[in-house]
């Protein structure tokens, strides 16, 4: 008996230990949210605390939503969102302050064998509403398109939607919620489409051509690749001295120059071109 | 004459560690009792809010096809039907629960009246380790195979019931086994002896007597079975292919009650309907696996083996 209480109090002896040790001296910076975003912040919070040690950053994922609501509600310092928040319902924008880290291009991908290089944009828009069903129909072989489509509510399928579908309402569809489950799906599945981020276009797939434009980060920084969206991490006000000090070195053209780029994502520092969350473009 | 006096009047070390013992076991049970209190409270009152909050009618809600929690359907009303996703998660269970019975009963007759010593060797410790394997680990082996043998004998993607039948056969074969095995082993001794006695074989024995005698036993491990499937998510997200589409084959892509929640709770925000309309199916898996619950409940009471 008294050896199994020893040892319940050395167990709660060690977790308050612990959890002493995770909330140690300095000041602490939470963040949460989109998963798209997760190892860049994971990487810049990392290599941040190399060098200012008074800081203990936390990053965490749980999605754009969960992200948004949690810094809206002042539970996390940093929210981070692939979408504007203002295009998130239940989130008051005007309460948080929105800071532009990265830009994320968007392309079309299809399985190896389908032998179209080139869509124009309505064909796109008809083949994920359902309109063109077979590969014929632009200009390939007989083949059956099958649309594989992103989790409805993400920030990628949002952004696709707006620039793409114009209004109309996806196809039902098979849903997946992560790139890499996109990308060996698409490279496994004869006739299939969807669209992943830049970075996770490889040698099993095939980007296409959207109206002869090339998915380049180059054709991105000038817009003529549309289909591109901004990361971004939410303060709730401005933000303090220390989260500011964060959220300056992620947007340093050092580690814009760097990591950002590494990790495949485009720097908003090579940006020719703005966009608001209504869809307005503004060139620099 | 004081010191006897305390002796009397106080109380021995003995009942005070009884005391400390029974406080210890009660505010253990009021915690777990309260933790399962307001884990129903907070699906509930989240859940329900979609009908009295946002005014979605109950029935739409079940029957409707339209999942799209987000957007307004034609008439109006927001488009959360969960038809689709309570089908899906119905064929799966039902299926995988079919397809592992037949299994799972030849496993456990092998193990208490065919070999018991083999059974006991090589098949318990096999179980076992099927019970310990993380679902994530079954989704990714039915992700790299099961869905492309799908893909190739069934054409299409390789997405759907099919597929998330039979990774949950696999997941749930174990759990009707080591079930049955139980209720097998508590089928009285002398219900075998009589059998011999009467001249019957091992397998006369076996069906007429001993299958007969353990069916609650066994009614009971497939819905132990069945639950585990209908509430099994990360393994049936990877292979059933996740569109709201209400399934017309084994081999279209379709979802569950889980693998929506799974994918679409990260990208709501709390309080909203998109949101609310989750913690709805929430609701119903919690509501499913209570009916379980009970009807376990019911055929232990009905079947016991005391006639």
């Known amino acids: ?284 | 004459m004081d010191k006897i006096k305390r002796q009397l009047t106080s109380s021995s070390k003995a009942t005070r560690q009884d005391r400390i013992g029974k406080l210890v076991a009660f505010l253990c049970t009021f915690l777990i009792g309260l933790l399962v209190v307001s884990i129903f409270y907070m699906v509930a009152s989240r859940g329900l809010a979609t009908f009295f909050k946002d005014h979605v009618s109950l029935w739409d809600f079940l029957s409707h096809q339209n999942w799209n929690p987000s957007q307004v359907g034609k008439d109006g009303t927001p488009e959360v039907g969960a038809l689709p996703m309570i089908v899906g998660s119905f064929s799966v269970t039902v299926l995988s629960a079919i397809l592992a019975t037949p299994f799972a009963v030849s496993m456990a007759l092998f193990m208490t009246e065919i070999a018991p010593k083999r059974g006991q060797k090589v098949l318990q410790p096999v179980i076992e380790l099927l019970v310990g394997i993380p679902s994530v680990v079954y989704g990714f082996v039915g992700l790299t195979i099961v869905v492309p043998v799908v893909r190739a004998l069934g054409g299409g993607t390789g997405f759907g019931i099919l597929s998330g039948t039979l990774v949950l056969f696999v997941m749930v074969l174990p759990t009707i086994t080591s079930m049955y095995v139980d209720s097998l082993r508590s089928v009285p001794g002398f219900y075998r002896e009589a059998a011999l006695a009467l001249g019957a074989t091992r397998w006369q024995s076996i069906y007429k007597v001993i299958l007969r005698a353990s069916v609650p036993g066994l009614l009971t491990a497939i819905i132990f079975g069945m639950a585990r499937a209908f509430g099994e998510a990360l393994a049936v997200q990877m292979v059933i292919g996740n569109a709201s589409l209400l399934p017309h084959d084994l081999i279209s892509p379709a979802s569950t009650l889980t693998s929506v929640l799974t994918t679409g709770i990260g990208n709501t925000v709390m309080g909203t309907l998109p949101n609310n309309a989750l913690w709805s199916l929430a609701l119903i898996l919690l509501l499913m696996s209570l009916a379980f619950n009970l009807l376990v409940r019911v055929i232990g009471s009905k079947g016991r083996l005391t006639k």
């Open chain 1, 1 to 284: 008996m008294k050896r199994i209480i020893g040892v319940i109090l050395a167990v709660g002896i060690l977790a308050v230990g612990l959890v002493g040790c995770g909330t140690k001296k300095g000041h602490a910076i939470t963040i949460v949210g989109s998963t798209a975003l997760q190892p860049l912040v994971e990487r810049a919070a990392s290599n941040y605390q190399l060098v200012n040690s008074n800081v203990a950053i936390t990053v965490q994922g749980g999605g754009s939503g969960t992200g948004l609501s949690q810094v809206q509600s002042g539970a996390v310092t940093i929210g981070n969102s692939d979408v504007f928040a203002e295009d998130q319902e239940g989130i008051k924008a005007a309460k948080l302050v929105d800071h532009k880290v990265a830009v994320v291009g968007i392309t079309p991908i299809v399985n190896k064998k389908v032998t179209v290089k080139n869509l124009t944009a309505k064909q796109l828009r008809q083949i994920f509403t359902g309109k063109i069903t077979n590969w014929q129909q632009v200009g390939g072989k007989k083949q059956k398109i099958t649309v594989i489509n992103r989790s409805q509510g993400s920030g990628i399928r949002n952004t696709f939607e707006a620039i793409v579908l114009a209004g109309k309402t996806a196809l039902r569809s098979q849903e997946q919620d992560s790139n890499g489950t996109v990308q060996k799906i698409v490279a496994a599945t004869p006739g299939a489409i969807s669209y992943t981020s830049f970075s996770y276009v490889n040698d099993q797939v095939k980007a296409l051509n959207l109206n002869g434009v090339q998915p380049i980060a180059a054709n991105v920084m000038t817009n003529a690749w549309p289909i591109w969206s901004y990361e971004h991490m939410y303060t709730k006000g401005k933000p303090d001295v220390q989260t500011k000090q964060f959220l300056n070195y992620v947007r340093s053209p050092k580690n814009q120059k760097t990591l950002i780029t590494d990790l495949g994502y485009i720097s908003i520092h090579d940006m020719k071109v703005t966009r608001d969350y209504h869809g307005n473009l503004r060139h620099k």
